[in-house]
């Protein structure tokens, strides 16, 4: 018998923002961003109306959840981009990066299995694309 931590639709890869101030001149800093895991397994689903209705409060339109089988080590300075739907690579220019906007909690609606799940959204205000993100 196969259990849902043995079958999770999707992958991605998961990264940390970092601020770099420039070397010389201004000291402008930009964001880069730090790979913490490439192909990880996760379950991206559409929040329940009850989730949305809490981030909507914040400002956020388009709101997922997006479950691992243990913490993935995320923070809201962290961004996913689903890699691959039920094994089919995403394309370049159809994935998004997508936000996290709340950390990590444990999740125990998935029968005897605890999963983790990650609140995400791809309008919270950074617009990147992913192509845009650089990951190091």
Not at 39 to 68: H, I, L, N, P
Not at 89 to 117: F, H, R, T, Y
Request: net charge negative.
């Amino acid at each position: 018998m196969t259990s849902i931590l043995d079958n999770f639709p999707h992958e991605c890869t998961t990264a940390k923002r970092v601020r770099v101030k420039e070397a010389e001149g201004l000291g402008v800093a930009t964001d880069t961003y730090e790979t913490i895991g490439t192909s990880v397994s996760c379950w991206e689903q559409t929040a329940s109306s009850s989730e949305q209705k809490v981030f909507s409060k914040k400002g956020f339109t388009d709101v997922r959840k997006v479950y691992f089988a243990a913490d993935p080590g995320l923070t809201e300075r962290s961004v996913v981009i689903i890699t691959s739907r039920s094994g089919t690579a995403v394309a370049s220019a159809s994935q998004e990066v997508l936000d996290v906007i709340s950390n990590p909690k444990p999740d125990s609606s998935a029968g005897l299995a605890v999963l983790w799940k990650v609140m995400v959204s791809s309008d919270s205000g950074s617009k990147y694309n992913a192509s845009d993100v650089s990951i190091v």
